[in-house]
């Protein structure tokens, strides 16, 4: 025990001695030690990278003559460092002080009294060439913290001369130079004259724009663009509308290639651009085990191409060993407007499950699938950047049919006569209540916020999606209800090598429920209820496996959260730890909420971030734990 106190008390000693020394702004300790006082900030930094003697302090071979060869030096390294801060009569005191019996190394110091910063009592300003005439801008653009009276700060000078050559050439005038450009300071009087001359040379603008061959027809391709014939040649313009027809998913390579303008005072520069298109067809087969869902299959074919105006298609198909699931869907995608993003979108889905005596814990019984069929209308809106985040809205209308047969669950072992004497006995309301058959027209609204600082590891990023959607029997359906959804995530950086991420799902529905043989059924589909459990549920329970005791098919609302602290301990590699709770149900007198909690490890991979996390219940369920794979971003 004596050892490990004294271990730390000398730890303890160590850290108080360097907050010391970087309190007195002391630099070394091997040939030379040196201490700078009296400043702070930029201009401290800026004198201890100009100060040779800081630079050789650790060079064993330098003797006292070289030594004091450097800070001979020092004073005039120093005045010249905080000039660019506007310090013309810094007072400096130095001290050099050879090494003596105590200490073993050469003790030089400076403290620095900046004094006041020089102000600037002239300011020349000119443009010449046709800049001077057709743009205001341009000059004004000048004037910014130069203005006479200002105090001299030469990197300000310099942002202003650099912001005015970047100005000038947004505005067109692509040959822009400067002219003559100083600042002169007058020691006697303590002021400073700026003199910043601009030669605009001729402006030029955008002329025609030209599109190569291609499988898309020009009048489609011309909704792409962000250039307009006539405005002013903008490089960043340019930029931009490379990166905006990269961002189309239609071409792996975008070339804009500049014309030769004519020679006047306003030439047109024309553009050719060369797209160098995706193949047509993209086809894909993936095989996979997952936690949730077992061995899975899925295949896809998407055609990149279908006419002349931007239109694709996706058909795909799963096949899923958990519960027998089985997927289908198709996708038709109309763009409306494709430069802000704004399309139409066509989709059908086929979706079915089993549903066996087993899963409501019979010992005999049947089974029955799950089956839902949807045909959507989409119109995804145009994007919006919205504070600092990307804003996507969307509006839809699905028309949904859902059938199954809970009877067959529950007596499917009995023959056809006891269950029709079954269904006489317990009516025929109820046995409808059993075997529903839901047919509704629901219309959709979702909307989505995200920003992030890195799509593949996200260190500081938000998520919010807000989903309602709902039926009436004045739409045609058989059925009412409505429905709102939220899901967040929220990831914040703790240091340099941790993060924090929140995350929450929450449901609400209002919707009839009917009871029958003790069992209660909501009157809204199945694919719409709501379960809990699962990777990006809570942890440590089965996929789907939570949700409200007195139902078989899910509940009406869901409130999920979850908090997780992740540890990065080599390069690319963390480990977490999380907890997560919540339930799916259909009283909020009865949530019933579950609690899971795990460790997992996470490893940045070049495709994404792949997780692997193993949950443990803390409350009853089926098994001890359960271990999740999952490969992708957050969100």
Same mark, same amino acid.
């Given at each position: 025990?004596?050892?490990?106190?004294?271990?730390?008390?000398?730890?303890?000693?160590?850290?108080?001695?360097?907050?010391?020394?970087?309190?007195?702004?002391?630099?070394?300790?091997?040939?030379?030690?040196?201490?700078?006082?009296?400043?702070?900030?930029?201009?401290?930094?800026?004198?201890?990278?100009?100060?040779?003697?800081?630079?050789?302090?650790?060079?064993?071979?330098?003797?006292?003559?070289?030594?004091?060869?450097?800070?001979?030096?020092?004073?005039?390294?120093?005045?010249?460092?905080?000039?660019?801060?506007?310090?013309?009569?810094?007072?400096?005191?130095?001290?050099?002080?050879?090494?003596?019996?105590?200490?073993?190394?050469?003790?030089?110091?400076?403290?620095?009294?900046?004094?006041?910063?020089?102000?600037?009592?002239?300011?020349?300003?000119?443009?010449?060439?046709?800049?001077?005439?057709?743009?205001?801008?341009?000059?004004?653009?000048?004037?910014?913290?130069?203005?006479?009276?200002?105090?001299?700060?030469?990197?300000?000078?310099?942002?202003?001369?650099?912001?005015?050559?970047?100005?000038?050439?947004?505005?067109?005038?692509?040959?822009?130079?400067?002219?003559?450009?100083?600042?002169?300071?007058?020691?006697?009087?303590?002021?400073?004259?700026?003199? &910043?001359?601009?030669?605009? #040379?001729?402006? %030029?603008?955008?002329?025609? $724009? *030209?599109?190569?061959?291609?499988? +898309? !027809? @020009?009048?489609?391709?011309?909704?792409? &663009?962000?250039?307009?014939? #006539?405005?002013? %040649?903008?490089?960043?313009? $340019? *930029?931009?509308?490379?990166?905006? +027809? !990269? @961002?189309?998913?239609?071409?792996?390579?975008?070339?804009?290639?500049? #014309?030769?303008?004519?020679?006047?005072?306003?030439?047109?520069?024309?553009?050719?651009?060369?797209?160098?298109?995706?193949?047509?067809?993209?086809?894909?087969?993936?095989? #996979?085990?997952?936690?949730?869902?077992?061995?899975?299959?899925?295949?896809?074919?998407?055609?990149?191409?279908?006419?002349?105006?931007?239109?694709?298609?996706?058909?795909?198909?799963?096949?899923?060993?958990?519960?027998?699931?089985?997927?289908?869907?198709?996708?038709?995608?109309?763009?409306?407007?494709?430069?802000?993003?704004?399309?139409?979108?066509?989709?059908?889905?086929?979706?079915?499950?089993?549903?066996?005596?087993?899963?409501?814990?019979?010992?005999?019984?049947?089974?029955?699938?799950?089956?839902?069929?949807?045909?959507?209308?989409?119109?995804?809106?145009?994007?919006?950047?919205?504070?600092?985040?990307?804003?996507?809205?969307?509006?839809?209308?699905?028309?949904?049919?859902?059938?199954?047969?809970?009877?067959?669950?529950?007596?499917?072992?009995?023959?056809?006569?006891?269950?029709?004497?079954?269904?006489?006995?317990?009516?025929?309301?109820?046995?409808?209540?059993?075997?529903?058959?839901?047919?509704?027209?629901?219309?959709?609204?979702?909307?989505?916020?995200?920003?992030?600082?890195?799509?593949?590891?996200?260190?500081?990023?938000?998520?919010?999606?807000?989903?309602?959607?709902?039926?009436?029997?004045?739409?045609?359906?058989?059925?009412?209800?409505?429905?709102?959804?939220?899901?967040?995530?929220?990831?914040?950086?703790?240091?340099?090598?941790?993060?924090?991420?929140?995350?929450?799902?929450?449901?609400?529905?209002?919707?009839?429920?009917?009871?029958?043989?003790?069992?209660?059924?909501?009157?809204?589909?199945?694919?719409?209820?709501?379960?809990?459990?699962?990777?990006?549920?809570?942890?440590?329970?089965?996929?789907?496996?939570?949700?409200?005791?007195?139902?078989?098919?899910?509940?009406?609302?869901?409130?999920?959260?979850?908090?997780?602290?992740?540890?990065?301990?080599?390069?690319?590699?963390?480990?977490?730890?999380?907890?997560?709770?919540?339930?799916?149900?259909?009283?909020?007198?009865?949530?019933?909420?579950?609690?899971?909690?795990?460790?997992?490890?996470?490893?940045?991979?070049?495709?994404?971030?792949?997780?692997?996390?193993?949950?443990?219940?803390?409350?009853?369920?089926?098994?001890?734990?359960?271990?999740?794979?999952?490969?992708?971003?957050?969100?």
């Amino acid at each position: 025990m004596n050892a490990r106190v004294t271990f730390i008390r000398s730890v303890v000693q160590c850290a108080l001695l360097l907050a010391l020394m970087h309190s007195m702004n002391t630099f070394g300790a091997g040939k030379i030690q040196v201490t700078v006082s009296g400043l702070a900030g930029e201009a401290l930094d800026n004198v201890m990278a100009s100060l040779s003697i800081v630079e050789r302090q650790q060079d064993q071979g330098l003797d006292a003559q070289g030594i004091r060869a450097l800070h001979d030096k020092a004073q005039w390294q120093i005045r010249r460092a905080l000039e660019p801060f506007g310090y013309y009569r810094p007072t400096i005191s130095t001290s050099l002080l050879p090494p003596d019996d105590t200490h073993g190394s050469w003790r030089a110091s400076y403290h620095i009294d900046a004094g006041d910063k020089v102000r600037i009592e002239r300011v020349d300003i000119s443009v010449t060439g046709p800049g001077a005439e057709s743009d205001e801008r341009l000059r004004s653009a000048l004037s910014f913290n130069m203005e006479k009276g200002a105090v001299l700060d030469h990197r300000r000078y310099e942002q202003a001369r650099d912001a005015l050559l970047e100005q000038a050439r947004s505005e067109g005038y692509l040959d822009a130079r400067l002219g003559q450009h100083q600042v002169k300071v007058d020691l006697a009087d303590y002021t400073a004259a700026v003199t &910043l001359q601009l030669v605009s #040379g001729p402006r %030029y603008t955008f002329g025609p $724009v *030209s599109f190569g061959d291609t499988r +898309l !027809s @020009k009048t489609y391709l011309s909704r792409y &663009l962000l250039i307009q014939e #006539g405005a002013p %040649y903008d490089p960043a313009t $340019v *930029s931009r509308q490379r990166v905006a +027809l !990269s @961002k189309s998913g239609h071409f792996r390579e975008v070339s804009i290639i500049r #014309g030769e303008a004519g020679d006047t005072t306003q030439a047109a520069v024309p553009l050719h651009i060369e797209l160098a298109p995706f193949k047509p067809n993209r086809y894909r087969g993936r095989m #996979g085990w997952g936690t949730d869902y077992g061995l899975g299959v899925q295949l896809d074919w998407t055609r990149r191409y279908a006419g002349r105006r931007g239109q694709h298609f996706t058909l795909g198909g799963t096949v899923v060993e958990e519960r027998k699931r089985l997927a289908g869907d198709a996708s038709y995608t109309v763009p409306m407007d494709p430069l802000a993003g704004s399309s139409l979108e066509f989709v059908a889905r086929h979706e079915s499950k089993e549903l066996t005596f087993e899963e409501v814990d019979l010992e005999e019984g049947g089974e029955t699938r799950i089956a839902t069929n949807l045909a959507s209308l989409f119109w995804h809106l145009p994007y919006r950047e919205w504070g600092g985040f990307e804003f996507r809205r969307s509006m839809g209308l699905s028309l949904v049919g859902e059938t199954y047969d809970v009877f067959e669950v529950l007596f499917g072992n009995l023959p056809d006569a006891a269950q029709n004497t079954l269904i006489e006995l317990i009516g025929q309301e109820t046995y409808d209540t059993l075997s529903p058959d839901f047919q509704a027209l629901v219309p959709r609204l979702r909307l989505n916020l995200r920003r992030y600082d890195d799509p593949l590891y996200i260190r500081r990023g938000d998520y919010y999606n807000l989903e309602f959607l709902g039926t009436d029997e004045s739409l045609g359906s058989n059925i009412n209800f409505w429905q709102a959804r939220l899901n967040t995530w929220n990831i914040f950086p703790m240091g340099d090598t941790n993060r924090l991420l929140l995350r929450s799902a929450w449901g609400y529905s209002e919707a009839d429920s009917d009871n029958a043989l003790g069992i209660n059924f909501n009157q809204m589909p199945e694919y719409f209820e709501f379960r809990a459990g699962g990777a990006r549920s809570v942890r440590g329970y089965g996929f789907e496996e939570l949700f409200a005791a007195d139902t078989i098919t899910g509940g009406k609302h869901l409130a999920v959260a979850s908090v997780e602290y992740e540890h990065e301990f080599i390069a690319n590699f963390s480990a977490a730890v999380f907890l997560d709770a919540g339930n799916a149900f259909n009283d909020f007198d009865d949530i019933g909420e579950k609690l899971g909690a795990g460790f997992g490890l996470r490893w940045r991979s070049p495709v994404g971030l792949a997780r692997i996390d193993v949950g443990f219940p803390l409350d009853d369920a089926e098994d001890s734990f359960q271990i999740y794979i999952t490969v992708g971003p957050e969100f």
